[in-house]
């Protein structure tokens, strides 16, 4: 995407778009909004991008690529600074390791910069057997019971940091398969005893400047037991472990109807939230793009990010899409999740706490709906847009994809049959 395109697509779109944002702005100058001020929380938000989740995922039924798919560490590189180039809010990417792992990390790192694009959390893989393990993860890894698995599970997790920072990144992130399928497979105390051990390792051996991000899941891939099956068992680990180890808030990664926003509160409150990854799910973690299932329960729990952020002054989270695409064009659904993040951080900014606090101190029930409401109802396309074009992005994202071909062309430059490492 060049300049000129880009400012010549916007052009076509620039009085509709100003008629909607003169008409907000009326709306919401009567409420004494410092519009300016808003715009510019907007812009700076930033939603980091996994490498992941840019080529086609697919169930254990099937998996149904869709071309150009990024091959190597620098396509997907690219693909998440032709995302950020339009929507200018996703500056920064994910890595999985062993999936992705830099030959040359300099020109790695000269490639994502000339793209303004920085390296996030590092995730490791002890979930699955790479062809160089001795041992196999079948039955565990950082809680196996065998300490020879423990400890390669322990050294690959050094090998991400190790990775991470000859990149720039400044957190890891472990999520564990570890789990049983069965009654009587495994002691629970035992296991839960055992992961912490391991990730005492793993935490001593974190730079002072990094964070540890330690996701949770209630199922999958084991049924009966999982060893960190709740936002409870991730919270006790952190807090064993010391104040830079913290839980990871997987939207996916709860039971249906679990109250997310009212978890993401108390974590706040106890210092205890790292970061999100942001998807939705009408069942269990089923990787949807975000907003497209529960729209207002995303919107509630940027309710509760954004008192945290005001009153605890926690502002050192980490903001990540984790989604798998079988239907959808990956680069189209992260645009559209990107954009559906950003519309509910700019209505949970628009709602006024003050007034809120006021009509719980008496009570009063359905003026606490009402305040939350107004702000959910309203149309705040027309702020995450001027956001976005004052740092030069798209006044349509996905539309801006779609005219100039991009799929059509990365299919061209990859092949039909490129496959995305991963996933």
């Not at 395109?5 to 909004?33: A, C, G, P, V």
């Not at 089923?286 to 008192?307: H, T």
Request: with cysteine.
């Amino acid at each position: 995407m060049n300049k000129e395109q880009l400012n010549s697509f916007n052009k076509k779109h620039l009085d509709e778009h100003k008629i909607n944002l003169d008409y907000l702005t009326k709306n919401l100058s009567k409420k004494s909004i410092d519009l300016d001020l808003l715009t510019k929380r907007i812009g700076k938000f930033q939603i980091s991008i996994p490498s992941w989740a840019l080529g086609t995922g697919g169930t254990r039924f099937g998996r149904f690529p869709i071309g150009g798919e990024p091959i190597s560490i620098e396509d997907k590189i690219n693909d998440v600074g032709l995302i950020h180039s339009l929507n200018k809010s996703s500056n920064a990417i994910s890595l999985h390791i062993p999936w992705d792992i830099p030959r040359n990390h300099e020109k790695i790192k000269s490639l994502a910069k000339s793209l303004e694009i920085k390296f996030d959390a590092v995730n490791s893989n002890t979930f699955q057997d790479q062809p160089k393990n001795h041992f196999s993860y079948k039955h565990g890894s950082l809680s196996h019971i065998n300490k020879s698995v423990r400890e390669q599970a322990i050294n690959h997790n050094k090998e991400v940091i190790d990775h991470g920072i000859k990149l720039g990144s400044k957190a890891l992130t472990i999520w564990l398969a570890d789990g049983t399928s069965f009654p009587g497979q495994h002691n629970f105390s035992d296991s839960f005893q055992r992961t912490l051990e391991s990730l005492h390792e793993i935490y001593s051996y974190l730079p002072k400047d990094w964070k540890l991000l330690i996701e949770y899941k209630p199922y999958e891939p084991n049924f009966y037991s999982m060893v960190i099956p709740d936002w409870g068992t991730s919270y006790v680990l952190s807090d064993k472990l010391g104040n830079r180890a913290t839980s990871l808030v997987d939207l996916g990664h709860h039971l249906p109807n679990t109250n997310i926003e009212q978890i993401v509160a108390i974590l706040i409150h106890l210092k205890k939230l790292g970061g999100f990854h942001f998807n939705d799910s009408k069942y269990g973690d089923d990787d949807l793009s975000v907003g497209s299932i529960k729209p207002y329960q995303l919107f509630l729990i940027f309710c509760e990010l954004v008192k945290g952020i005001e009153e605890k002054k926690e502002s050192n989270l980490s903001w990540m899409i984790d989604a798998s695409h079988n239907l959808k064009d990956p680069l189209e659904d992260l645009l559209q999740s990107v954009e559906n993040i950003k519309i509910s951080f700019a209505k949970a900014l628009l709602v006024d706490y003050e007034k809120l606090k006021s009509a719980q101190k008496e009570n009063d029930v359905t003026s606490c709906q009402s305040i939350l409401q107004e702000a959910f109802n309203l149309d705040v396309r027309p702020l995450v847009v001027e956001s976005r074009l004052q740092h030069g992005g798209a006044i349509k994202p996905l539309e801006a994809f779609r005219k100039f071909n991009f799929r059509e062309k990365l299919i061209k430059l990859r092949g039909v049959n490129s496959k995305s490492t991963g996933l």
